[in-house]
């Protein structure tokens, strides 16, 4: 599974736009780009997925370049409720033996400020 | 909604105790997984199984088992607990796509 790299921190007012960035420049192309996020205390939870074409619901939007070798994803209007460590993984879709792992990084920490 | 629970939040034992931590979802997810976190190091896959009965090393099995006699039920064993696994461990499900979590029990080996 390709590596992926993301910043270690960010900073977002409460009420705009955080956009979270990942790279995945040795993404394959059968390699989806998913988003969880941790807050504190809590297991991780899911947030949305994607593979060339971008997505929307209604937790966040996560966009894909055109090369796929970075992605965002946006969380529209966050809230201090939306500070925790933002993860990107990417994965073969496939659900099959050791397609089913995800390996995970260290994820950048958002702190959403009042 | 997904619901994953684990046995307990907060869990203490002795070194050398035998520690089982039960994990139990109501999805009937075919994909069950046992992950450990420690800081700085992220999450880690201990094990995960597909099916019934079956299961996979992940990247650290060692000191490890786990048990799946039902579809709902993932079972991680400690044989012999040691302080070096005092971490949060964590359970997921999942079908076909997004992994599924459940709180997590942290557990010291004292």
């Known amino acids: 599974d390709a590596k992926t790299t993301q910043p270690p921190s960010m900073d977002c007012a409460e009420g705009r736009a955080a956009n979270l960035p990942c790279n995945h420049s040795t993404i394959s192309g059968n390699e989806y780009v998913y988003w969880y996020r941790q807050i504190h205390s809590q297991g991780p939870q899911y947030i949305i997925h994607g593979l060339k074409n971008n997505e929307t619901n209604e937790m966040a939007s996560l966009i894909i370049t055109e090369d796929r070798k970075s992605s965002t994803l946006i969380l529209p209007h966050a809230t201090l409720r939306d500070t925790a460590v933002y993860y990107c993984?990417?994965?073969?879709?496939?659900?099959?033996?050791?397609?089913?792992?995800?390996?995970w990084g260290l994820g950048t920490s958002l702190a959403v400020n009042p | 909604d997904v619901k994953v629970t684990q046995s307990s939040r907060y869990l203490v034992k002795r070194t050398g105790e035998k520690v089982f931590l039960e994990c139990v979802q109501d999805?009937?997810?075919?994909?069950m997984f046992w992950y450990r976190q420690d800081p700085g190091l992220g999450l880690r896959l201990i094990y995960f199984?597909?099916?019934?009965?079956?299961?996979e090393k992940g990247d650290i099995p060692e000191g490890y088992s786990v048990s799946r006699e039902k579809k709902e039920r993932f079972s991680l064993i400690l044989e012999s607990a040691s302080t070096n696994q005092t971490s949060m461990y964590l359970c997921?499900?999942?079908?076909?796509?997004?992994?599924?979590f459940g709180p997590g029990t942290r557990l010291t080996v004292t």
């Open positions: 999805m009937d997810h075919e994909n």
């Open positions: 997921a499900s999942s079908l076909f796509q997004g992994q599924y």
């Open positions: 993984i990417v994965r073969v879709g496939l659900n099959a033996g050791n397609n089913r792992k995800l390996i």
């Open positions: 199984s597909y099916d019934v009965k079956m299961k």
